[in-house]
């Protein structure tokens, strides 16, 4: 089992920047494809950034080039660097990540979720 929390949302003004962070606990040895997804106010909820499972990093073509995804191991901590920011990035940010093994007794792709972080930009 895989516990996520985020951390880092608030209140900036468009242009600004802020940082996201989402920590692992638990059998952090089974988690895999870790990202970002948000849900904007009455819309339903997309990826914004995540790793594939080559390691590569697929992004949101409206944040491209705004937005960096990285991770740090040691810690089991993925982070999401959010620059230029604008009144449409408004939402509830959400770490996930899907469940890597085959021998824990949890389906493997199956999806982890935090449980959120509320990003306010003001015009």
């Known amino acids: 089992q895989v516990h996520l929390v985020e951390s880092g949302g608030g209140l900036v003004q468009a242009g600004g920047s802020l940082k996201l962070s989402c920590v692992a606990s638990?059998?952090?040895?089974?988690?895999?494809?870790m990202g970002w997804f948000r849900q904007a106010p009455r819309k339903e909820r997309e990826l914004v950034a995540a790793?594939?499972?080559?390691?590569?990093?697929v992004y949101s073509d409206s944040v491209k080039g705004r937005f960096t995804l990285s991770e740090d191991n040691a810690k089991n901590t993925v982070s999401l660097q959010m620059n230029s920011l604008k009144p449409e990035d408004t939402g509830v940010y959400y770490c996930?990540?899907?469940?890597?093994?085959?021998?824990?007794?949890?389906?493997?792709?199956?999806?982890?979720w935090g449980q959120g972080t509320q990003v306010t930009v003001s015009a």
């Open positions: 996930n990540a899907q469940h890597g093994c085959y021998d824990s007794g949890i389906e493997h792709g199956a999806d982890y």
């Open positions: 790793y594939t499972p080559d390691g590569s990093i």
């Open positions: 638990g059998d952090t040895i089974c988690v895999a494809n």
